[in-house]
């Protein structure tokens, strides 16, 4: 079975630009999360969706949205790009539960996609 | 609220040795714990995970964890390591807390091998 997968593997943009970043979730998992990598740093929380409805949000600014498709797979945008969101954005899958109860499952991680803004 | 705590940012071992990572915890209400490994340029691999019972959790690699609710720690161990264990090391903590679930991650250890 394919694993996570993302897309773009690397990105370069420029300050005040628009980026979308896409996450392909492991085939049956229904819950998809997005995490920012700064280096040096562990993995910040940011969204997590579940049956395309979002059920959890960190403390990122409104430029940071996501959405879930109905294949389960996910995108993260972030409008108004600067200098400081320059990271590792890691997308991780898990089964997801409809109570949302599935705190215990392990997360499924992509390689990431690199972003660099300049 | 809940939070992570790895006490050591670098953990340079010569190959053979020990090791533990530490990492302590606190949350208001009853946790997961969790460690992942990340090599170079990929995401993180679950290396083992406590959701109950024994505290003396056994994982991928030759790894062990330990629970320990009164220290509120889960330290990581490997009675010896090799070049291979080279990577960063991140302790997760997950909780149902204000209506979602929540996965809060540590700072990471980085995990050097001499030879």
């Known amino acids: 079975d394919a694993g996570v997968t993302q897309s773009p593997t690397h990105l370069i943009k420029t300050r005040g630009q628009q980026v979308t970043l896409r996450c392909s979730p492991i085939?049956?998992?229904?819950?998809v999360s997005w995490y920012q990598q700064v280096l040096g740093q562990g993995p910040q929380f940011i969204f997590q969706?579940?049956?395309?409805?979002?059920?959890g949000r960190g403390n990122f600014p409104d430029r940071f949205s996501a959405r879930q498709f109905p294949n389960y797979s996910s995108e993260l945008n972030v409008n108004a790009l600067l200098l400081g969101d320059s990271a590792l954005y890691l997308c991780?899958?898990?089964?997801?539960?409809?109570?949302?109860?599935?705190?215990?499952?392990?997360?499924?991680f992509g390689n990431g996609t690199r972003l660099t803004v300049t | 609220a809940q939070s992570v705590t790895q006490l050591d940012s670098q953990v340079p071992v010569f190959e053979e040795a020990p090791v533990e990572l530490r990492c302590n915890y606190s949350?208001?209400?009853?946790?997961?714990l969790f460690w992942y490994v990340q090599y170079p340029n990929q995401g993180l691999q679950l290396l083992l995970k406590?959701?109950?019972?024994?505290?003396l959790v056994k994982g991928i690699n030759g790894f062990e964890a330990e629970f320990n609710k009164s220290q509120t720690s889960f330290h990581l161990r490997k009675p010896s390591v090799h070049i291979s264990d080279t990577a960063e090391y991140f302790c997760?903590?997950?909780?149902?807390?204000?209506?979602?679930?929540?996965?809060?991650f540590g700072s990471g250890t980085r995990l050097s091998i001499r030879p």
């Open positions: 969706y579940y049956e395309k409805e979002e059920r």
């Open positions: 949350s208001s209400v009853s946790v997961y």
């Open positions: 085939s049956g998992h229904k819950s």
């Open positions: 997760a903590v997950s909780a149902w807390y204000s209506s979602a679930s929540k996965i809060i």
């Open positions: 406590y959701l109950s019972g024994s505290t």
């Open positions: 991780a899958s898990s089964l997801g539960d409809e109570g949302g109860t599935d705190y215990n499952s392990p997360l499924h």
